[in-house]
């Protein structure tokens, strides 16, 4: 059997010219959601609350739960003007549903930003109606009530009622408009701003199945789909008919797709490729059989795609000159001609893949033209969107159950594992899961794209930066960069150095990039601060004094991202200047071979500095001590132990970008395929401490999961120089001979 998909039906694929692929994914579609600019649905507190008669409250989570506590913290602000006990309070994820929901995805540090009002708008409207529902009933103003844990009060009369006896009578109750509602004032608060334990931890812990992974339907099959190692090659010829035969193996077909001309670039998701469907009665024989599958497979031009040759094109840029300039303020090569000092390093990271723990999966049915879908999604919406376009059905024939994802850090952002699923389910006729081994998920991520910068920047007979030129050099077509790749005109400290130049060069890519937790900002922080660094030993200044000048040099540069706040530097200093203090920075002795380093950065609405005490030997062996971390958010930490979990593992995982993650690519294929060729830090690698404090300010609330990643890097990489003497500007780590102690 074999299936071939038309045109239409091969999403948002982009190839270019000698090889290369362009996918992005731009925020502002992410956060439309699909919804075709239809307007947002009107906060109904039906959508979002259900209360027993026995007073126990039901709160439904709306957007996707990949390990971020949101499916706590989003109920937190609701159960908070509902004015309920947290003790009373059960969780349910809500299906995906645009006609009730705004918003239902996970990426960018959004969640906070965008729900901090609206959900708190979901609870006092519930809480009005009870309030409205109680006064009906006694025949008294509705301003003479008081609410408190889930009780309306009319102190006149001294009376009181639980939620739970007024439910039916809500139940057919409108619910108000938001906008006429009054909020609780934060010295109100009983529920934000206190620790709570993620509402799964005992069943996760326990085993009990809630993983896109777990997720089984009566009468289904599972799937393994086979695809060629080099990004859009096809199906020559395979021995299928001999995997139909295997015990266990209950159908398996070739699926294919039309070539695109290699002049087309079409940003966005290219959703399904070419490949061999294996389905069977478990998971074990269908891959079992896949191992006894012999492909001969057309690799199509990208074939040819070598880190090797990138690195050597590189090393052309840097001789030949950028290809473009993205930004020129003043003369920055007159101020370097006039500089006390020049520094110039190149620096470079690698691709990484996103790994994570629960490998891409999505069960399907396909039925009398329906389309029902278990996924794990960051993005489902889309997803939907995609799949319905794929099957050639309306969106409105597509249920979506939102089920938790074993991470997301971005991978989950991107829905092709959820078109194959939805394409192999509808041609099996029967209930389909598909599930990705370990290796699929390293040779068919969306990377996190590696780079390069060569910098060059001169300092004064004081010690202030007079002049800067970057030679930013990606992966791109012309003026476009792959996603997650490029460099804007106001990434720090571009504001703040008077002559300054950016410029880029681009090369072509043949695998698929895309945005990794706090994208882009996780390589440029490593950069940018440890240049910095180089700088302030240039200049003969302290780290954390340079920093504080540098950011005097100016207040608020304009945001060039419309989901990034406007950068400002008095934030930067708050952080920079309580990091200091906290790691005692500069006013304690440590032993010789340790040293501290520092690390600022502004990503996803957040300030974060981070301190690391770290020690390296004479093997080049190092230890992470201790790490400090202070960030500034806005004025409230929604769930204090979920925001001290977030952090503390974006320092972790910071560690592990830094010292052995790479992703290599060789023929156009992936070299590495598991764990073993992309670490993971262990346990005993970790720093025993990690001291995570918040300043409170008087901004509205941000999010914490992706900001407090990037200054992780440049911290240890600066503590390195201090404790060695020697400069770090390349990673992994391991590829210049470390090694965690």
Known sequence: MKTTLNRRFFLKVGAAVGGGVLFSLDLPEVLAQGRGGAPAPPIDAHNFIKVGSDGIVTIMAKNPETGQGVRNMLPMLIAEELDVDWKNVRLEQALLDDTKYTAQSSGGSTATPTAWIPMRQAGAAGRAMFVAAAAQQWGVPASELTTASGVVSHKGSNRSIGYGELASKVAGMKSPDVSTLKLKDPSEYKIIGHPHVAYDVKAITTGKPMFGVDVTVPGMLYAVFEKCGVFGGKVASSNIEDIKKLPGIKQAFVIERPDIPADQVIPGDPGLESGIAILGETWWHAQSARKQLKVVWNEGPRATDSSTVHAQKVQEMIAKGPQRTIRADGDADAALKSAAKVVEATYSYPHISHATLEPQNCTAHFKDGKLELWTNSQQPLRGRQMAADLLGISQKD???????????????????????????????????????????????????????????????????????????????????????????????????????????????????????????????????????????????????????????????????????????????????????????????????????????????????????????????????????????????????????????????????????????????????????QHGMVRLAQCPPEIDVHYLKTSFSPTGIGEPALPPLLPAVANAIFSASGKRVRSLPLMDSGYSWA
């Open 398 to 676: 597509v249920k979506v159950h939102m089920v938790r994802a074993g991470g997301g850090f971005g991978r989950r952002l991107n829905n092709d594992y959820i078109v194959e699923a939805a394409y192999i389910a509808k041609q099996a006729g029967v209930p389909v899961k598909l599930i990705w081994s370990r290796e699929d998920d390293m040779a068919h991520d969306y990377y996190r794209p590696g780079g390069w910068q060569h910098l060059k920047a001169g300092v004064d007979a004081s010690g202030n930066v007079v002049g800067w030129k970057n030679h930013f050099m990606s992966f791109g077509i012309g003026e476009q960069f792959t996603a997650s790749a490029g460099m804007g005109p106001t990434e720090f400290p571009q504001p703040f150095i008077k002559n300054y130049s950016l410029q880029a060069s681009v090369q072509p890519l043949g695998v698929r990039t895309g945005a990794l937790r706090a994208p882009s900002s996780n390589a440029f922080a490593f950069v940018i601060q440890s240049f910095i660094d180089e700088l302030a030993h240039a200049a003969g200044k302290d780290p954390v004094e340079f920093r504080l000048a540098l950011l005097s040099n100016g207040n608020v540069a304009p945001a060039g991202n419309p989901m990034q706040a406007s950068f400002d530097a008095e934030r930067m200093k708050g952080v920079v200047k309580a990091v200091a203090e906290r790691s005692g920075w500069g006013k304690t002795t440590l032993p010789k071979g340790q040293a501290l380093g520092i690390g600022m950065h502004f990503s996803h609405r957040g300030y974060y500095a981070e301190v690391a005490q770290v020690s390296v030997d004479a093997a080049k062996k190092v230890k992470v001590h201790k790490v400090w971390v202070v960030g500034d958010v806005g004025s409230q930490i929604i769930n204090p132990s979920g925001a001290e979990n977030l952090t503390q593992g974006a320092v972790i995982d910071g560690l592990s970008e830094m010292m052995s993650q790479k992703i290599t690519i060789e023929k156009g294929k992936v070299v590495q395929t598991n764990y073993h």
